[in-house]
């Protein structure tokens, strides 16, 4: 049965940094691309970043581009987000995902429970 | 700036159909552009129903389906149940390394 878990989100202060992870089980991991969707409070979900199966191509949207990191590392089935330089509007609750196709990264399928994240001073 | 269109809410009466749409702001979908489907209810996180344009994700009952119509993504529900009511969001492939969702749509069921 698939689980993916996120944690390391909490309160941080703008202009800080935080790193989120996400422990995967239930299947290969090594095998499916990845995403990180977060969904600010009262509003819908946003894709912030994508990579593939084995980390060689990674996506981000604009609105994180140069601050965030998306990695992973299949020896230990866990995906990472690291937040550098944060805004008030990155709070959110960031949600990893999978991919539902085997070597693919094309389409979020399974969700993990999210993580909430608060920049605020 | 491509933006991901959805209609704002949608009203059905228990048992009826509701067909929701997932268009662009400039051109036309295809499966080209992986449409997918999630539902989500508050406090919960979203549920995959239909991925690349009519496939249904595992455990999702059959009166979920997806197409293409005309130029937009859609998601029908056919014989909508009280727990259909959630809000349901759409999310394209734009290529590239981009990929954007809908603003959303609101399913009421009464």
């Known amino acids: 049965q698939v689980q993916l878990v996120e944690s390391g989100g909490g309160v941080v202060q703008p202009g800080r940094s935080l790193r989120l992870s996400c422990a995967a089980s239930g299947f290969t991991f090594s095998t499916y691309g990845m995403y990180w969707v977060r969904q600010a409070p009262g509003k819908g979900l946003e894709w912030v970043a994508a990579i593939s199966y084995d980390g060689s191509n990674e996506y981000y949207a604009d609105s994180v581009k140069g601050r965030f990191t998306i990695s992973r590392d299949n020896s230990k089935n866990t995906l990472y987000l690291q937040m550098n330089s944060l805004r008030a509007e990155d709070t959110a609750v960031y949600y990893c995902?999978?991919?539902?196709?085997?070597?693919?990264?094309?389409?979020?399928?399974?969700w993990g429970l999210g993580t909430r994240v608060t920049v605020s001073s | 700036q491509t933006v991901v269109t959805q209609e704002p809410s949608f009203s059905v009466s228990p048992g009826g159909t509701v067909t929701l749409t997932c268009g662009l702001t400039s051109g036309s979908v295809s499966p080209n552009y992986y449409p997918s489907w999630y539902q989500q209810t508050p406090g919960q996180p979203p549920r995959t129903l239909i991925y690349s344009t009519d496939n249904r994700s595992s455990g999702v009952p059959d009166r979920f389906s997806g197409s293409i119509l005309g130029s937009k993504a859609a998601l029908t529900i056919t014989g909508a149940q009280a727990d259909d009511e959630s809000y349901y969001y759409c999310?394209?492939?734009?290529?590239?390394?981009?990929?954007?969702f809908g603003g959303g749509t609101k399913v009421t069921v009464l």
């Open positions: 995902s999978k991919d539902l196709v085997l070597y693919r990264t094309r389409v979020m399928g399974y």
């Open positions: 999310a394209l492939y734009l290529g590239s390394g981009i990929w954007v």
